[in-house]
């Protein structure tokens, strides 16, 4: 087996893992349950990366599981955003009828991958390489997930600002910082390289982003 796959089936596992494990110890909990939903959308990602690689030459496999692995990163910024805004105080610091706004650009990516299909509109196969052809909406996708991960470590850090009590200040300082490399990396690799044609360490992102798992999961349980 492809050292690949076993490294990106363990990685998926682990994040299943650990977004169960924070669910079940409060299932009430609004923080578990984004958290939960942030590792769920992380695994499915890693499995449509996964498949993506694995597929040495079938297009209409390899297509479909694109599109599968770009609807779950979306939904990795929805969730890590959301996570954000009721992390660490159990409440969204944003109002109902924000919170539905805030959703409906990933109604839209949704639409534009898989019905109008304006985000990617073909694959090229190549030696050493798979090229995705993205069309007149991606610009929408990548500054959507840009701007909804940005946002998110945003609302973190100016919480941290907030907090008085030095010690949860502190954590939240150490997690920010912890997820800030990571998430930076992850966004250079799948999505700055990826745009530019270059998709050969892209099978690497879903390991830094264990990493800004690994950490929340730390922040929820210590706080």
């Not at 534009?112 to 509109?121: P, S, T």
């Not at 007149?136 to 997930?145: D, E, K």
């Not at 966004?187 to 929340?216: E, K, Q, S």
Request: with cysteine; hydrophobic share 60%; net charge positive.
């Amino acid at each position: 087996m492809d050292i690949k796959v076993i490294i990106l089936v363990s990685v998926a596992f682990l994040n299943l893992a650990l977004g169960g494990t924070i669910l079940f110890q409060n299932r009430k909990s609004l923080v578990g349950r984004w958290f939960a939903l942030f590792s769920l959308s992380l695994a499915i990602w890693t499995f449509g990366m996964m498949f993506y690689s694995a597929n040495e030459s079938d297009w209409q496999k390899i297509y479909i599981w694109s599109l599968i692995l770009h609807f779950a990163g979306a939904f990795i910024a929805q969730s890590f955003f959301y996570f954000s805004l009721c992390y660490p105080e159990e409440k969204m610091s944003i109002n109902r009828i924000w919170q539905i706004i805030f959703f409906i650009p990933l109604i839209i990516i949704l639409y534009f991958l898989f019905i109008d299909k304006k985000i990617i509109i073909g694959l090229d196969i190549l030696p050493n390489n798979r090229q995705l052809v993205y069309g007149s909406w991606y610009p929408f996708y990548f500054v959507y997930f840009f701007m909804y991960m940005g946002g998110g470590l945003v609302t973190i850090f100016i919480k941290s600002l907030r907090i008085k009590d030095l010690i949860k200040k502190t954590q939240i300082r150490m997690v920010f910082i912890a997820i800030l490399l990571p998430l930076t990396a992850a966004g250079i690799i799948n999505m700055a390289l990826a745009t530019l044609g270059d998709f050969r360490y892209a099978w690497t992102g879903p390991i830094y982003l264990l990493i800004v798992i690994i950490f929340i999961a730390y922040a929820i349980i210590k706080l």
